[in-house]
């Protein structure tokens, strides 16, 4: 039976952790968490056990009582959730992956905080509405520090203020899988994130293991977020705050045209060439080449629409469903003249990083 330890050195010790939060998710001992979560850990030997500081690490930490490991108890779990252990069920990226139908698109309701065209939120909106879904993992920052934080949203009202995409990392995206399913007991539950973690959510589904029932049947819909890389908050923040830019001063982030692009509330705009900003960018994400996110019923992003819409990529039946049906309640207008090779150009390029590394 594997435990975290063959997870640590599949994953965490060769730098291919994403940060997803799967694996602290899923663990039914509360035996896995971060170091932003708590920076102190746990040292035992047969006698005793210390607290001791936290090693800076981008995986999470064992709190050293899985019981799989002290009393070879059948678990497995973190384990069957990564999707980056040498035989994970995720495919390797290969082009833009299947789409059913690709379209730009934009929200037809008021949302103030939208990325661009506010697609996700409407389809996410539309589907509590309807009683499609119970609740929705997303995510949400403190507009005064920027710090992000998962999030159950459990109301049209909470997905509209969740809205925007985050670029910095300060904690596992999934650690609210864990409250959704197991403590709120939800059914239909739509997950949205980058490709690592709707890879994650697709692990568990394609699983066996029977510790991680609850979740594959309590999920109903994933949304990738397009995504090239990710940045540590605390660093990324110590570079704006050098260059004169507090955190509260920033609208939105957006990677366009190869560069980092920070909108400031007053209409201001600052510019970051990628390779300038790529000491932030977080380890997991130099061994992952998927952009648009493969393994999603629908994939939304910037790229390839113009100002204003969204990009997206219905992979699925079942997508197109949610999608339609939030066209149908007119919470979303869309038209098909979308530029899917602006999509393949920087879907390729960060395949090529995938490379080099």
């Keep these: 039976?594997?435990?975290?330890?063959n997870l640590k050195e599949e994953v965490w010790d060769t730098n291919r952790c994403s940060g997803c939060g799967a694996c602290v998710a899923v663990c039914p001992a509360n035996n896995l968490y971060f170091r932003e979560e708590s920076p102190v850990k746990f040292e035992c030997d047969e006698c005793s056990c210390m607290i001791v500081p936290a090693d800076i690490v981008e995986h999470p930490i064992s709190a050293e009582f899985c019981k799989t490991v002290v009393y070879d108890v059948p678990c497995g779990a973190c384990y069957d959730a990564c999707p980056r252990i040498k035989k994970s069920s995720i495919p390797k990226p290969k082009g833009l992956g299947s789409i059913l139908k690709a379209v730009k698109a934009k929200a037809k309701i008021e949302i103030k905080n939208a990325q661009n065209g506010g697609v996700v939120t409407s389809i996410l909106a539309n589907a509590f509405d309807e009683g499609l879904i119970d609740g929705a993992i997303v995510m949400v920052d403190d507009k005064w520090t920027l710090e992000p934080e998962s999030y159950l949203a459990l109301s049209k009202?909470?997905?509209?203020?969740?809205?925007?995409?985050?670029?910095?990392?300060?904690?596992?995206?999934l650690k609210a899988l864990k409250t959704a399913v197991m403590e709120k007991k939800l059914k239909k539950l739509a997950v949205v994130g980058t490709p690592c973690v709707i890879n994650a959510i697709t692990q568990i589904l394609s699983s066996d293991n029977d510790l991680l029932k609850p979740f594959r049947e309590a999920i109903r819909l994933k949304?990738?977020?397009?995504?090239?890389?990710?940045?540590?908050y605390s660093k990324?923040?110590?570079?704006?705050?050098?260059d004169g830019i507090e955190p509260w001063e920033i609208k939105k982030m957006d990677i366009k045209e190869g560069k980092l692009r920070i909108t400031l509330v007053d209409g201001n705009v600052v510019d970051y060439k990628l390779k300038d900003v790529e000491f932030a960018m977080r380890e997991g994400c130099k061994v992952c080449g998927d952009f648009t996110g493969l393994t999603s019923d629908i994939s939304v992003g910037n790229v390839g629409s113009e100002e204003g819409y969204s990009t997206v990529l219905i992979r699925n039946k079942w997508g197109e469903g949610f999608f339609k049906r939030a066209v149908y309640n007119n919470y979303i207008d869309y038209d098909e003249n979308v530029d899917l090779d602006a999509v393949k150009k920087l879907a390729e390029l960060k395949k090529k990083r995938v490379k080099k590394n």
């Design 157 to 173: 009202d909470d997905v509209i203020k969740s809205a925007g995409s985050k670029y910095l990392w300060k904690g596992p995206i």
């Design 223 to 232: 949304i990738a977020l397009f995504c090239f890389e990710t940045y540590d």
């Design 236 to 242: 990324m923040i110590k570079k704006l705050k050098t």
């Design 1 to 5: 039976m594997k435990s975290y330890k």
